[in-house]
């Protein structure tokens, strides 16, 4: 855990929060900033800036524990959301995913998909490039 950060502050207890869950690896609670009601955050205990810097048996339980979130707070519409570095929307750097219900066009996230036009040989291209990565 890294001293400075309000989400290991959080875990430890120094800082309150509203719990909602705990095991050995992940913690859950709600968001006191909320883009709508329920909006929880599901945080690994282990720290680290992006999702690329939390080991794989670190992460296992933090979709099971997001989905009883959704299920708990009887949302029928929700995103699960998780940003990785300032221009991503980022603002704590420690993994954090978002469980925010949309119970309505006003309420819970908002946002636009701003999809690019696709060259099919490029594509082709580069899919090859990340799935010889894998």
């Known amino acids: 855990?890294?001293?400075?950060?309000?989400?290991c502050k959080i875990i430890k207890g120094e800082i309150p929060s509203f719990k909602l869950f705990e095991s050995q690896h992940i913690f859950a609670f709600l968001d006191i900033n909320p883009l709508s009601r329920g909006h929880a955050l599901v945080i690994p205990k282990y720290h680290g800036e992006k999702l690329t810097d939390i080991p794989d048996e670190q992460l296992r339980e933090i979709l099971p524990v997001a989905k009883k979130l959704a299920l708990a707070t009887g949302a029928e519409n929700y995103n699960i959301l998780q940003n990785n570095g300032r221009i991503a929307h980022q603002v704590v750097d420690h993994v954090h995913f978002h469980m925010i219900p949309k119970p309505n066009a006003t309420?819970?996230?908002?946002?636009?998909?701003?999809?690019?036009?696709?060259?099919?040989?490029?594509?082709?291209?580069?899919?090859?490039?990340?799935k010889a990565k894998m």
């Open 1 to 7: 855990m890294a001293a400075a950060c309000i989400f």
């Open 107 to 130: 309420e819970g996230l908002s946002m636009t998909w701003p999809m690019q036009p696709t060259d099919m040989n490029k594509l082709k291209s580069y899919f090859e490039e990340v």
